[in-house]
C-alpha cells in the first residue's frame, strides 16, 4: 500500500472507528447499448438565488475566483437563478408602486431565513433590486465561462406586466444565454403563505396564472420559452399535469430534489444521508418516465436541490459526506434519465457548494468535489452495475467512443476488495481518480485527483472513498 494510502486509511480508522474486515465484490461492465440514456455537457450546474443579482460585480467576469471555479466544475454548465428569494425580488421597471410586491419584498426582507445564501454584500443590502447593468454583467459572465442559464420569475408577488417588462430586458441581454423562463419557485407551496396566495391555492390556479403569464411574456417576447413547474417534489401529482397541459410548448420539465431533510431534524445524520436507498429519489425516478412520456420527451431537469432542506445540516452538508452523496445522486440521476442537476448555495449557506463570502470569494466547499466527480461521466452513455453485494457499494459504468468509465462509490465503513471486469484490466492505458476525505464529518483536506493505478488485483476500495477508472 502506498504511503498516502495508508495515512488516509489510518485517518479513517481513528477518526470513526471503523471495521477493517474485507469484502470482496465482483464488478461485470454489461454491453453498451443504444437505450442507455447520454449525460449531456451541462448535465452538472449550480443553482443561486436570484437576490444574489442584487450585487452586480457577482457574476461578472471580474470576479476571477468565481469564474475560475464554475470553470473548473463544467465548461459547459447550466445556472439556475431562483429560490426562495425569487419570490420577493423586485425589479427596476415595471411593478415597483404595486402595493402586492412592496408587501412581498418587505415580508421577505423580514421573514427568510435564505438570506446567508448570497454574498456578504447582498446580506448588507437586503433591500436592493433587479437592474439592467446587472444582467449585463451576468451575461459577460455566462460567456467567460460558457454556461447557459435558467431565469425565474416572481410568480409569488410580481404581475404579469412587471413579468413581460423584465423578460423582455432579460431577451435582450442575455441572447443564447438564455434557455428558459420559470413561472415561479415552488408553487406549490404558495397557499401556505398570505402574502402570496389564499390558503388551498391549487394546481388548477396555478396552471390558469401559468398560462395568463406565458401570454403576457409573448407578447413582448414572442420566442420566449419556458420550463417548470418547479415544484418541492409532487412529481405524479403537479408535475405530471404541468407536463400534459404543456406538452409541445414547454422546453423544459423542472423540480426540486433535497437528498433528506428538514435540517433542524438532529437524525439528519451523515449515515441516514449516505443509506443505500433513497425512497424519495426512487419514486422521482418512477415519475419521470410517466412524466417525459406526457409530455412527448421534454427533458426534465432537476433544477434545485442539495443533501438537506432548510438549509443544509451542519457537519454534513459542508462535511465529506455531501460530495459522497452528491457524487452518488448525480450518477444516479443521469442514469435515470434526467437532463441535469443543479445544486443550490452561494454566500456562505452549509450545504453551497462554493462558499463566498468576507474570507472567501469562491471557496469549493466538500459537495464541490463530488459533483466534479460525476461531471467525469458528462458525453457518455451511462448506466448502473448490478452488484451481488449487500455492501453500501454503488457502481456506474459509462462509454463513448475510445474510452470506457467505472466509478465505484463505498459509502459503507468496510474496506472493499474489488475484483475488475476484465475489460479494464486489460487496457494498457488505465487512469484512476480517487474522491478522499479524512472522515464523514471533516470540512478540510477533501481531495478530488488522480492516483497511482495499483498493480495488483483485485482492486482494494477503502471505506467511504470514491474510485473512478478510465480506459483510454
Keep these: 500500500m502506498k504511503r498516502r494510502e495508508f495515512l488516509f486509511a489510518a485517518c479513517?480508522?481513528?477518526?470513526?472507528?471503523?471495521s477493517r474486515a474485507e469484502t470482496s465484490i465482483t464488478v461485470q461492465l454489461n454491453q453498451p447499448h443504444a437505450t442507455w440514456p447520454v449525460m449531456p455537457e451541462d448535465f452538472t450546474g449550480l443553482s443561486y438565488e436570484?437576490?444574489?443579482?442584487?450585487?452586480?460585480?457577482?457574476?461578472?467576469?471580474?470576479?476571477?475566483?468565481l469564474v475560475n471555479a464554475f470553470l473548473e466544475l463544467n465548461r459547459h454548465g447550466v445556472l439556475r437563478l431562483g429560490g426562495h428569494l425569487s419570490n420577493v425580488t423586485p425589479w427596476e421597471g415595471a411593478g415597483?408602486?404595486?402595493?402586492?410586491?412592496?408587501?412581498?419584498?418587505?415580508?421577505?426582507?423580514?421573514?427568510?431565513?435564505?438570506?446567508?445564501?448570497?454574498?456578504?454584500?447582498?446580506?448588507?443590502h437586503k433591500n436592493g433590486i433587479l437592474t439592467r447593468r446587472a444582467l449585463h454583467n451576468l451575461r459577460a459572465f455566462l460567456d467567460a465561462v460558457d454556461w447557459r442559464l435558467i431565469y425565474g420569475m416572481n410568480f409569488a408577488c410580481g404581475s404579469p406586466a412587471r413579468a413581460a417588462d423584465e423578460a423582455h430586458a432579460v431577451t435582450s441581454i442575455l441572447g443564447d444565454r438564455l434557455i428558459a423562463f420559470v413561472i415561479g419557485n415552488e408553487p406549490d407551496g404558495f397557499g401556505e403563505d398570505p402574502y402570496f396566495r389564499p390558503k388551498g391555492y391549487d394546481l388548477h390556479q396555478y396552471l390558469l396564472e401559468y398560462e395568463a403569464w406565458v401570454k403576457a411574456i409573448r407578447q413582448r417576447v414572442p420566442h420566449a420559452q419556458f420550463a417548470g413547474p418547479d415544484t418541492d417534489g409532487k412529481v405524479?401529482?403537479?408535475?405530471?399535469?404541468?407536463?400534459?397541459?404543456?406538452k409541445g410548448d414547454a422546453r423544459l420539465l423542472t423540480s426540486h430534489f433535497y437528498g433528506m431533510g428538514p435540517a433542524?431534524?438532529?437524525?439528519?445524520?451523515?449515515?441516514r444521508l449516505l443509506r443505500r436507498r433513497n425512497p424519495d429519489l426512487a419514486a422521482a425516478i418512477v415519475g419521470l418516465h410517466a412524466v417525459r412520456k406526457a409530455a412527448g420527451g421534454t427533458p426534465y431537469r432537476m433544477d434545485e436541490g442539495n443533501s438537506c432542506f432548510g438549509g443544509g445540516r451542519r457537519d454534513v452538508s459542508d462535511a465529506y459526506a455531501s460530495a459522497l452523496w452528491a457524487a452518488d445522486y448525480i450518477l444516479t440521476a443521469a442514469c435515470a434519465g434526467f437532463s441535469g442537476v443543479n445544486l443550490h448555495g452561494g454566500g456562505v449557506g452549509v450545504y453551497t457548494p462554493i462558499e463566498s463570502s468576507s474570507a472567501a470569494p469562491a471557496a469549493p466547499r466538500p459537495v464541490y468535489f463530488g459533483m466534479q466527480f460525476a461531471q467525469r461521466f458528462a458525453g457518455c452513455r451511462i448506466a448502473s452495475c448490478d452488484l451481488e453485494t449487500s455492501e453500501n457499494l454503488t457502481a456506474y459504468q459509462g462509454d463513448r467512443p475510445h474510452r470506457q468509465?467505472?466509478?465505484?462509490?463505498?459509502?459503507?465503513?468496510?474496506?472493499?476488495?474489488?475484483?475488475?471486469?476484465?475489460q479494464l484490466r486489460s487496457r494498457q492505458q488505465l487512469e484512476m481518480w480517487r474522491l478522499e476525505g479524512p472522515d464523514l464529518h471533516a470540512k478540510t483536506g477533501i481531495r478530488f485527483e488522480q492516483a497511482v493505478v495499483p498493480g495488483s488485483h483485485p482492486l482494494q476500495v477503502a471505506p467511504y472513498t470514491a474510485i473512478l477508472l478510465e480506459s483510454r
Excluded: C
Aim: no cysteine; net charge negative.
Design 264 to 271: 433542524s431534524d438532529p437524525s439528519m445524520t451523515a449515515e
Design 96 to 124: 415597483q408602486t404595486d402595493p402586492k410586491q412592496i408587501r412581498g419584498v418587505r415580508h421577505g426582507i423580514e421573514d427568510y431565513w435564505e438570506w446567508p445564501l448570497v454574498d456578504p454584500i447582498v446580506q448588507q
Design 236 to 246: 405524479d401529482t403537479w408535475v405530471l399535469e404541468f407536463a400534459r397541459r404543456t
Design 50 to 65: 436570484t437576490g444574489q443579482l442584487y450585487n452586480p460585480d457577482f457574476f461578472s467576469p471580474k470576479n476571477l475566483p
Design 405 to 422: 468509465l467505472l466509478a465505484l462509490i463505498n459509502k459503507g465503513s468496510s474496506t472493499l476488495r474489488i475484483a475488475l471486469p476484465q
Design 12 to 18: 479513517l480508522t481513528a477518526a470513526s472507528k471503523i
